[in-house]
C-alpha cells in the first residue's frame, strides 16, 4: 500500500523540528501511543492501543531513522505486531518545507499489512487511517501553537536553517513528523 500528502503548519520549518523535538508533546499528539523510547541512536521502541472497525489490538513496534537532514528530511523505516491482530512493516519519507505562511509537512509511505485487520476491507482501513492522521495534525497544531504562542513566526525569520536538532541525542522530532507517519503507521501496523 503507498500513501501520500501534505500538511500545512502554522509555524516555522524550525519551529516544527523543535516541537517534533519533543517527546511529551509528541506522545499526547499520537492517538493511542502509551510508549515512546529510545532504544539506540536512531532507533525508538512504540507501544499503541488502536481500535478499527470490530478490531481492537496493541500494537508494539520499531522505528529506524536514517537518512537524517535538521531540520527538512527524514526517511524511516518501521514494523510492528499487534499478535492475532495483524503486522506492518514498511518505510516513509517525511520533509518539512518553508512556506510563507510557516510550513508544509509531506510525507510519502509504502507499507506492507496483514492479519485479522487486514480482512476487514480497504475503505474501513483507509477511513481509521485518515481518522488517525487527521486526529494527529489537530492535536499537533494546538501543540504547536500553544508551545510558539510568545513567539508567533516572524516573516523576518530564515525559512531555511541547518541547526541541529534539539539538545540531546534523541531527534525525537522524527516522532512528530513521524507522528504523521506514525498515526499512519499505526494504521498500517493495524491493516
Known sequence: MDMQASRSLA???QQAWEALNDPAILKA?????????????????VGMALKIGPVSAKFSGKIQLADLAPPASYTLSFEGQGGV??????????????????????????????GKIAQLGQ?????????LAEDFFKRFDAAAAERFAA???????PAQTTTPAAAGPLPLWVWGVGSA??????????R
Do not use: M
Open 123 to 131: 475503505r474501513l482501513i483507509d477511513g481509521a487511517a485518515k481518522s
Open 85 to 114: 491482530a495483524g503486522f506492518g512493516k514498511g518505510t516513509a519519507s517525511v520533509a518539512l518545507v518553508p512556506t510563507e505562511a510557516g510550513c508544509d509537512l509531506q510525507y510519502t509511505v509504502h507499507a506492507q499489512v496483514g
Open 11 to 13: 509555524i516555522t520549518q
Open 151 to 157: 513567539s508567533q513566526p516572524a516573516a523576518a525569520e
Open 29 to 45: 499528539c499520537i492517538p493511542g501511543c502509551d510508549k515512546l523510547e529510545s532504544t539506540g541512536e536512531n532507533q525508538y521502541a
Open 181 to 190: 507517519v506514525l498515526a499512519i503507521a499505526v494504521w498500517f501496523f493495524s
